[in-house]
């Protein structure tokens, strides 16, 4: 994702499919926060922790403005839980006026996000800590919108829980959320919002099977009510036509869904005669049009076809571009992508009531920043 401000798939200024959500603040509680650890700077770069302590020694901690914002476009997320952080952690939450956006505003470049108003000792050990849990958040929101905005209407499945460690699902979860996702893997990813896990048969069950999808399918329908759309991944024997066939005619009306995940070092039998004039590799536009005329011909015209591995917005833009039969993409690792690409910068511009800044930095007035109680 390019780092242009002007960047013309974040144009904030046209509402369209897979708005991103705007949310109501989060109960600081949500968060399980280890409020005494990050209180006493555990967490935070040990400059911050040092710099604090010199203020109280001297007993000259000024009363200062704090402004944070983001040097790029983006879908803003985690201002719940940096602000549930100033409220558990802070030395004195009553002496902080704190203003904010909310999870979900579109931002442009450099504009506020947050404002932090009193003593500095009270909060200088969180800054590390509000900036990181902004980016990571912001990352995620902002990647996802960017995948459901190329998507065009189509559902994007959030299903990166096994790229990153198992802590960060619900944050992460709750960010895809804010972009625009349809629906997340595990229940954790839903726990902010409400949400809970969705999925597909695994490979491993299949293998568990005796490598027989069809068969797996069949057991699948048996254990678990209607109420749990049956997706089949029919790319086991790397055939997915003829998978994706033998699913649907065993199963009928209960068959959702094919999810079509071929690996991309691998070339689907159905493609190979096709060969030549495309990288014929993975999920290509290719295979998908040859599953759902299959499909089609045997009158599955109802089965969903939802496409992953390896897919970004670029990706799935290209696939929309050339009207790709793709009901849902399911995407992942390109969610974390971009590390870097939205950091936040937090700046001293009054203190004491003075004006004073880092040069090329100024205080800005926003008169959209909600106070927060």
Not at 29 to 41: E, V, Y
Not at 51 to 61: D, I, K, N, V
Not at 106 to 114: E, L, N, S, T, Y
Not at 164 to 177: E, K, N, P, S
């Amino acid at each position: 994702m390019s780092g242009d401000v002007k960047d013309s798939r974040l144009d904030w200024g046209k509402p369209g499919v897979g708005e991103p959500i705007v949310s109501e603040r989060l109960d600081p509680a949500l968060f399980n926060l280890p409020a005494q650890q990050i209180r006493d700077g555990f967490y935070s770069d040990k400059y911050f922790v040092r710099a604090a302590e010199m203020l109280r020694r001297t007993g000259g901690s000024p009363e200062v403005l704090m402004q944070v914002f983001c040097k790029s476009n983006c879908v803003l997320c985690g201002v719940d839980e940096a602000i549930a952080m100033l409220k558990l952690a802070s030395h004195d939450w009553e002496a902080l006026e704190v203003r904010a956006r909310r999870d979900g505003e579109a931002v442009k470049a450099f504009d506020i996000v947050m404002t932090i108003k009193g003593p500095y000792e009270v909060f200088a050990h969180l800054e590390t800590l509000y900036l990181g849990v902004l980016a990571r958040s912001t990352r995620v929101a902002t990647n996802t919108r960017l995948a459901v905005k190329a998507a065009s209407g189509k559902d994007v499945l959030f299903f990166p829980a096994r790229f990153d460690h198992w802590l960060v699902q619900a944050r992460d979860g709750y960010a895809a959320h804010i972009g625009g996702a349809r629906a997340v893997s595990t229940d954790a990813q839903g726990s902010w919002w409400g949400g809970e896990g969705v999925g597909t048969i695994p490979h491993a069950v299949i293998a568990a099977c005796g490598g027989d999808t069809v068969l797996a399918a069949q057991r699948f329908a048996e254990c678990f009510p209607e109420s749990i759309p049956l997706v089949v991944l029919v790319d086991f024997e790397n055939d997915c036509v003829r998978t994706a066939l033998e699913v649907a005619q065993t199963l009928g009306p209960r068959l959702f869904g094919v999810r079509l995940d071929t690996s991309g070092t691998l070339v689907d039998l159905s493609v190979q005669p096709m060969m030549g004039q495309f990288d014929p590799r993975g999920v290509n536009l290719e295979l998908v049009w040859n599953v759902r005329k299959a499909l089609d011909a045997d009158g599955f015209h109802g089965v969903r076809i939802v496409a992953s591995g390896g897919f970004n917005a670029e990706k799935i833009q290209s696939f929309e571009e050339r009207q790709a039969p793709v009901d849902a993409y399911g995407v992942g690792s390109s969610l974390f992508a971009n590390a870097g690409q939205h950091d936040f910068t937090a700046d001293i511009v009054r203190c004491d009531g003075k004006a004073i800044a880092k040069v090329g930095r100024a205080e800005r007035f926003m008169p959209d920043l909600e106070a927060v109680k």
